[in-house]
């Protein structure tokens, strides 16, 4: 288990979580690829701490925080999605559209 | 070798039955349920034999045949006190008056041990609906929603919610009428959005109480009848509508005892409930039900009439009148409210005065024909107010308790044919 | 070997996350990817973190299922679909950034120091959070408290100023149109989706 | 290392029992005929499939749960070094919790804890 | 190790078949009935649902559905893997134990979830959302209790808090931290007050619709997971294997059955609130209560 290993892991997950992100219609599973890019990043946090930084605590305290981004990326999320489909009964992305107008 | 071990082990369990109840087949299954050789289970999937109790209506027959063919094979039907279906050949009967306990008992044993085969289904065994081999990938749907994938259809179009408005899917079905919470032969078109009750109609009414001969509120009809047999009958009425909703609020063996408590009432037992109901109050029984769930108003209340309309504060009661009660020292109890918790309490509380009146009463009697307070209220006409009035907007659960907290005479009243459905 | 054993269930389940029609296998599968990163921690010496991964995650993915089936059609995945946009030009961009990310991994040269092994590593987290980085600790109260204020005012719909919905009818989708929003016989408010 | 192994032992050996026995007892199974396959409903069949878009009557408390339960991540670590830290530490996981108490009092007070 | 291991099994079998002995035990004491048969009740009803056959509903999650008591069952077992039976002798001696907890916990409340969702059947399915309205807001009362009860012991490994408490049990010292931990303990398995997915309301909730191998696997879990939290709770709040005279595993055991049987009484004695009460009265009274105890062993660990 080599730093390069773990990097290669981390960024076949970012790479995979940007083409969900990208290509997901619905607001939900569009955040499933923000998620699994995440997923990626906090791999690749722990690897650096691990393995490249001696195991200096700032390093941990980034995977919190990464964790902390993802809670709230989540829960304001998830709130957006509920009161746009409140109001619009819509749940992908291009039902917005109307915003433009 | 090691199954027929495995066989002969399994038939020494606590048989698990799954009740049909059928018409005045309610009362006897709740002692039967107390025998220690038995289990009755809320589930088909978790029972071995279905047991047909009481009468079955003709719009239940397939209701019946549905659950008989949800119970997991080895399986067997057991009919106590009823006909058997036509087409099950040769059918296990047992007469209403006796118990069937050794006949479940012997039937579960050769059930497992393959003295007895197991029961083929009696539904047709087709899907609901044809749909193999249609669609994308033969799952039978089209499109995101369209089709009938696997047999079933899509979830219904999304209705805004009474509650916060948000419009997800509504799911309708009919409830009953061998859901083990719901009231015997009851049947509710239910509209759920998530567990909260959208709508209800009533398909099928509930089960009147039974008339008869040899109970005591249909000898008074007949001959004179002691007033402790009388009081003695309504203390066991009221506290197995106390284990019904008990069974609701998760305290099994608590409403086991209340069902071995009226049957100990019922064969002439002096009893004092007091323990019983700090057993309750120290359960939190009281405390469970929401304050202020399924209210009536004091027209509602006039209009039931018995022990629903006591807890809505009405004070009326025949027996205030009547000349066998003049020297009992009567005195007619009421709860203010009107609620669930308060029917609930008013049946602990007149089955208490009940007792206690039967154990006054000494040989008194009330004379053949004379008017009597029944424990459940006015049996018609069909009243102006709904059941399913009171439902919508109830999670399942409380709706449930709303249901259980009338007797079946109310709820019968209360929910007359053909004018809900359109 | 146990590395490369989690590393494909992360990268696997990542993917499958996208291919598979139940909203609720899709969170799920994403949690597996979520348990096999956390158990990868556990091996790199990080027995907080891993552990601590595996329960965060477990709770919001369980969340994520939640909501997956509150707002998806068909959230069962009863009549498989693919709804998608753009997809040739996601599948680039997805492999254009592992390419790129690879790239910069192979030609920077990282230093070799791992954390020593009996380094107490939950202690020097502790430290760091009630010493150094003590700001950032009590700070992240204070965004999480405004992600809850926020999250209950945009999802609740009673509020101290009446429903949040009141008067509101969906837009239209051309300008004068009808109102949107889903009815049955108009898949999704009239995109095209694309049926595999 | 070997403590995970002996975690990793047990957790994999109860999984797999558990997946052995439905498989081994699957063998001398009746086959599943299509009216036993109705949903149990008391008697009724219903129209539709089950899956749906439930309406999930406690949606707003999960987001509050989610924003909450981050601090989980701060008081782990911070317990171990509680003692060595002293008064601050208190003080400090003090000021945390109260911040996030008032998210809750505030999820309290617009109701999200009730069924929506 | 393997005789550890083997241990362990033989642990998870002996104490669910202890838990359903409790159990009837304790329905015949409030029915007031005999208790014949109750030693054997639990292992002829095995048989019978070992005999019954495994049933399925229309277009199941199937694969989940077989995962779910499997996994519940392996959640159960890893539990409890990180208690000492005595000084050194642990299966799993992890340096972040509690967290362990923690993950189970969450990931326990996945599994009920998926058990109910997988049958694509209403009952099953109320009884899954109602149990993920629960299981989210009690685990943050036991990782509070937990926290506190590292708080003395500066570690967060198990068996650091059983040396911990050499001096005096957390049960003195946090007074308010076992009874929140052994809510957790129904709720887990959801027993009784706290019983939201397998309710009778529901016809059996999420197990509505399961039939024979798969049951037996389903309630043999659910007894196990009692059995877990029981072990954790003697082991965080009562001085695991820390005793006088007897070995410490003996110990272990007899603290374990006293908790259990307050478990099953607990189970028995006690009616459901409607879910969203029991949110109120989570968030509401007994979070402020696991602050409270966090705050006390706070200023006692000083």
């Known amino acids: 288990m080599t730093l390069t290993a773990l990097l290669l892991v981390a960024a076949a997950l970012i790479g995979i979580g940007l083409y969900g992100a990208l290509s997901q219609q619905s607001f939900v599973m569009l955040m499933m690829g923000l998620e699994l890019m995440l997923n990626g990043v906090l791999l690749a946090a722990v690897g650096f701490w691990s393995l490249a930084a001696g195991g200096a605590p700032a390093g941990q305290l980034l995977v919190i925080i990464t964790m902390a981004v993802m809670a709230v990326e989540m829960a304001v999320g998830f709130a957006l999605i509920a009161a746009v489909y409140r109001n619009r009964q819509a749940d992908m992305t291009e039902s917005l559209d109307t915003m433009k107008h | 070798m090691a199954m027929s071990l495995l066989g002969r082990f399994a038939a020494r369990a606590p048989v698990p039955v799954f009740p049909a109840v059928g018409r005045d087949g309610e009362v006897r299954l709740d002692v039967l349920s107390l025998a220690p050789a038995l289990r009755v289970v809320d589930s088909p999937r978790h029972a071995s034999i279905l047991l047909v109790s009481g009468d079955i209506r003709t719009a239940d027959r397939d209701s019946l045949a549905r659950v008989h063919d949800q119970l997991a094979h080895p399986r067997a039907t057991l009919w106590w006190g009823t006909q058997p279906r036509a087409d099950t050949g040769a059918a296990l009967t047992v007469a209403a008056a006796e118990s069937p306990e050794t006949a479940l008992r012997d039937l579960y044993r050769r059930l497992l041990t393959g003295g007895h085969t197991s029961e083929t289904h009696w539904l047709a065994d087709e899907p609901p609906n044809p749909w193999r081999g249609r669609g994308d990938h033969g799952q039978g749907g089209e499109g995101m929603m369209g089709g009938v994938p696997y047999g079933r259809m899509m979830p219904m179009p999304p209705t805004p919610d009474l509650r916060d408005g948000l419009a997800l899917d509504v799911y309708t079905a009919q409830f009953g009428p061998f859901l083990p919470q719901l009231p015997p032969g009851l049947v509710l078109e239910i509209t759920l959005q998530g567990d909260v009750i959208q709508s209800a109609a009533v398909v099928r009414p509930p089960f009147l109480p039974g008339r008869d001969a040899s109970a005591p509120f249909d000898r008074v009809l007949h001959e004179a009848t002691p007033v402790a047999a009388i009081e003695r009958a309504r203390a066991a009425h009221h506290l197995r509508c106390v284990a019904r909703l008990l069974g609701i609020l998760q305290l099994a063996p608590q409403a086991a005892r209340c069902r071995r408590t009226a049957l100990k009432i019922e064969r002439g037992g002096s009893i004092d409930l007091a323990p019983l109901r700090k057993t309750l109050r120290r359960a939190g029984a009281f405390a469970a039900i929401p304050a202020g769930l399924g209210p009536i108003d004091a027209a509602w209340a006039a209009e039931l009439g018995g022990p629903a309309a006591r807890a809505a504060d009405q004070a009326r009661d025949r027996r205030e009148t009547a000349p066998a009660y003049r020297n009992l020292d009567f005195r007619t109890l009421c709860q203010s409210g009107g609620d669930v918790r308060a029917r609930f309490t008013q049946w602990l509380d007149e089955a208490e005065q009940a007792l206690a009146l039967a154990r006054a009463a000494g040989d008194a009697a009330i004379e053949k024909g004379a008017p009597v307070e029944t424990p459940w209220g006015h049996r018609a006409p069909p009243s102006v107010y709904r059941l399913t009035d009171m439902l919508p907007g109830l999670e399942w659960g409380e709706a449930l308790l709303t249901i259980a907290s009338f007797d079946a005479a109310a709820v019968c009243r209360m929910a007359p044919l053909g004018i809900e459905n359109p | 070997m146990v590395f490369w054993v989690f590393s494909a269930v992360a990268v696997v389940a990542g993917w499958r996350v996208f291919c598979t029609d139940s909203m609720v296998r899709a969170s799920f599968l994403l949690l597996v990817s979520f348990i096999a990163v956390g158990a990868i921690m556990l091996l790199l010496n990080a027995p907080y973190l891993g552990f601590a991964t595996i329960f965060m995650m477990g709770v919001e993915m369980m969340v994520m299922a939640l909501f997956m089936v509150m707002f998806m059609m068909n959230p069962a995945g009863l009549n498989p679909m693919m709804m998608v946009h753009q997809h040739r030009f996601s599948i680039a961009a997805g492999a254009a950034a592992f390419v790129g990310l690879a790239i910069a991994i192979f030609t920077t040269g990282f230093p070799h120091d791992p954390v020593a092994a009996g380094r107490p590593v939950i202690h020097d987290l502790g430290r760091e959070l009630l010493g150094p980085s003590m700001l950032i600790f009590e700070s992240a109260g204070v965004t999480l408290l405004a992600t809850m204020v926020a999250s209950v005012i945009l999802s609740s719909r009673s509020g101290r100023f009446g429903a949040a919905d009141e008067g509101s009818v969906p837009p239209p989708l051309e300008p004068g149109g009808e109102p949107a929003g889903r009815r049955p016989d108009d898949e999704g408010g009239g995109h095209a989706h694309h049926h595999h | 290392m070997i403590e995970l192994l002996g975690l990793a032992a047990i957790g994999v050996i109860a999984v797999a029992a558990g997946l052995a026995l439905q498989w081994l007892a699957r063998a001398d199974d009746h086959r599943v005929s299509e009216p036993q396959k109705v949903p149990f409903l008391g008697g009724g069949s219903p129209q539709v499939h089950a899956w749906q878009r439930y309406h999930v009557r406690y949606y707003s408390m999960t987001l509050l749960f989610i924003a909450f339960e981050m601090e989980m991540m701060f008081m782990y670590p911070w317990a171990v070094v509680y003692v060595a830290e002293g008064i601050k530490a208190l003080v400090e996981m003090g000021m945390f919790l109260t911040i996030l108490s008032i998210g809750i009092l505030y999820g309290w007070r617009e109701g999200i804890f009730r069924w929506q | ?302």
């Open chain 5, 1 to 302: 190790m393997t005789l550890l291991i083997a241990s362990w099994i033989a642990v998870l079998l002996f104490g669910a078949w202890c838990v359903a002995v409790l159990d009837n035990l304790a329905l015949a004491l409030i029915e007031r009935r005999s208790a014949a048969g109750a030693l054997t009740a639990p292992l002829y009803g095995a048989a019978a649902l070992l005999r019954q056959q495994q049933n399925r509903t229309e277009a199941p999650d199937l694969l989940n559905w077989k995962l779910a008591p499997a996994l519940y069952l392996g959640l159960a077992a890893a539990g409890v893997a990180v208690v000492p039976l005595a000084p050194g002798d642990i299966l799993a001696d992890l340096q972040a134990g509690i967290v362990l907890w923690g993950a189970v916990e969450a990931l326990t409340v996945v599994v009920v979830f998926l058990h109910g969702w997988s049958a694509n059947s209403m009952l099953a399915l109320i009884g899954a959302y109602r149990y993920v309205a629960i299981g989210l807001p009690v685990m943050l009362l036991s990782m509070f209790v937990l926290i506190a009860a590292a708080l003395p012991a500066e570690s967060l490994a198990v068996s650091a808090i059983v040396e911990s408490q050499r001096s005096l049990w957390n049960v003195v010292r946090q007074p308010l931290g076992l009874p929140l931990f052994l809510l957790l303990g129904l709720s887990l398995s959801f027993r009784g007050p706290f019983n939201y997915a397998d309710s009778a309301d529901l016809a059996g909730g999420t197990a509505a619709e399961v039939s024979g191998a798969s049951r037996l696997l389903w309630e043999f879990a659910r007894l196990a997971m009692l059995a877990a939290v029981a072990a954790m709770a003697s082991t965080v709040f009562l001085g695991g294997y820390l005793g006088p005279v007897l070995p410490g595993p003996l110990w272990l055991l007899l603290k374990t059955a006293a908790l259990l049987i307050v478990l099953v009484a607990a189970s028995h004695l006690f009616a459901r609130l409607s879910p969203a009460r029991m949110l109120t009265l989570l968030w509401v009274v007994l979070l402020p209560l696991a602050f409270v105890d966090l705050l006390w062993a706070g200023v006692v660990a000083l």
